[in-house]
């Protein structure tokens, strides 16, 4: 199965964009990219997904590198509530689209 | 509101005794999933299950037990037989089988043992 690496944490100050990496150089090529995002003592809440184009939403954006090897979770003007563990996740479709979480990315957002 | 409810938030227990921690969806995803999360980790897969009266093991099932006998329910039973069972536990739920959807997860149940 594809696995997914992250940077432990990250820093950013509020209202500045935020560019969260992730590498995933075994993805197939049926694999979507999904991030997701954890808030503290929360459940995780789904943020983005892609294939292969960039995607937008209204929380972030999503840049997939051509070559499909990493991807970059985009959030536009970070704020105090965006301070949360960010994972980035290859579903298992064909295990009932399983997620496995590696430990994400702990952003810090300083006021 | 269509979602995924897990109850209690907060559950204690004596060591020794079985608890069983309550996941209910009503958004008629057919594959739904239980997660531990211990202290700064990641979740790690306990059980999951794609259709009614049918799951399997995750990575961590050892001391835990499941069934699935409605849709919208997925219960999971902590045994004595779980060595660490303090842990923050939460319960997923997505459409099955279909590539291009998100998972929904519960508020959590974060139980203690003592």
């Known amino acids: 199965d594809a696995k997914t690496t992250q940077p432990n944490s990250m820093e950013s100050n509020e209202e500045e964009p935020v560019h969260l990496p992730c590498n995933h150089s075994?993805?197939?090529?049926?694999?979507?990219i999904h991030w997701y995002r954890q808030l503290p003592s929360q459940g995780p809440e789904y943020v983005i997904h892609g294939l292969t184009s960039n995607v937008n939403n209204r929380m972030a954006s999503l840049a997939i590198a051509e070559d499909r090897k990493s991807s970059t979770l985009i959030l536009h003007r970070a704020t105090l509530r965006d301070a949360a563990v960010y994972y980035c996740?290859?579903?298992?479709?064909?295990?009932?689209?399983?997620?496995?979480f590696g430990g994400g990315t702990r952003l810090m957002v300083k006021p | 509101d269509g979602g995924i409810t897990q109850s209690p938030k907060y559950l204690f227990r004596k060591e020794g005794q079985n608890v069983t921690l309550s996941c209910e969806q009503n958004?008629?995803?057919?594959?739904m999933y239980w997660y531990r999360q211990d202290p700064g980790q990641g979740l790690r897969l306990i059980y999951y299950s794609q259709i009614v009266n049918d799951f399997q093991k995750g990575d961590i099932a050892e001391g835990y037990s499941v069934s699935r006998e409605k849709k919208e329910s997925f219960p999971l039973t902590v045994t004595s037989a779980q060595k660490n069972p303090t842990a923050f536990y939460l319960c997923?739920?997505?459409?099955?089988?279909?590539?291009?959807?998100?998972?929904?997860f519960g508020q959590g149940t974060r139980l203690t043992v003592v």
């Open positions: 958004l008629n995803h057919d594959a």
């Open positions: 075994t993805i197939s090529g049926t694999d979507y």
């Open positions: 996740i290859l579903p298992h479709y064909n295990a009932g689209n399983m997620l496995t």
């Open positions: 997923a739920s997505s459409i099955s089988r279909t590539v291009n959807t998100e998972a929904f």
